[in-house]
């Protein structure tokens, strides 16, 4: 029988349990495979690369499924934080969200579009620009935010509950050290969606 870590409505298969049919390797057995399969492979690169690459996968599938129960979506979530990130009077320009998020206008404009039906945004004219729009975050949508940042806290903290304090800072300061090098190298690494998400 497949374990499972849940915390706070998250659940996801435990890293390292006994595979079942149609269960992909453990990150070692991968990674042995890959090294049969291709001498020059440095293990430890693999295997941090891969570690991090299931290991967002699976969290991004299990948060995925709270912001289900929530009502939310990804992509409304991604607004909401950035309008939440932007401080009183959390409001923004669509061309600011829609380039830190990698959009497109028009996928930008679908989505708030829907967001405005759904009551979590404004959309009002720019008072020092009339030609602009800005948008802005509702009451609804930032109780939406709290309470999704709640259950997170929760997931979050167990998710984390094997690694002591220390241990959590130096992980800390080691993915906050490959993300500056990766968003040096590839700043624009995210793309812009172009299809209506």
């Not at 129960?69 to 829609?98: D, F, N």
Request: no cysteine; charged share 30%.
């Amino acid at each position: 029988m497949v374990q499972a870590f849940k915390a706070n409505g998250f659940a996801w298969d435990t890293p390292g349990m006994p595979p079942v049919a149609g269960q992909q390797p453990s990150l070692d057995e991968q990674i042995a495979i890959y090294q049969r399969e291709y001498r020059d492979l440095d293990p430890q690169v693999e295997k941090v690369v891969n570690a991090l690459s299931r290991l967002d996968r699976r969290m991004n599938v299990a948060y995925g499924r709270q912001l289900v129960t929530l009502g939310l979506g990804h992509a409304e979530w991604e607004v909401l934080k950035e309008l939440v990130m932007a401080g009183s009077p959390y409001q923004l320009w669509p061309g600011t969200i829609a380039k830190r998020l990698g959009l497109t206008p028009a996928a930008m404009t679908h989505r708030i579009d829907r967001m405005l039906a759904q009551g979590l945004v404004t959309r009002e004219r720019d008072p020092e620009n009339r030609v602009r729009v800005i948008i802005g975050i509702t009451d609804e949508g930032r109780e939406k935010w709290l309470q999704v940042m709640r259950k997170a806290s929760v997931f979050e903290e167990e998710l984390l509950q094997d690694l002591t304090r220390s241990e959590r800072a130096l992980l800390g300061e080691l993915l906050t050290r490959l993300l500056r090098r990766v968003e040096d190298a590839q700043p624009d690494a995210g793309g812009r969606l172009t299809d209506l998400d």
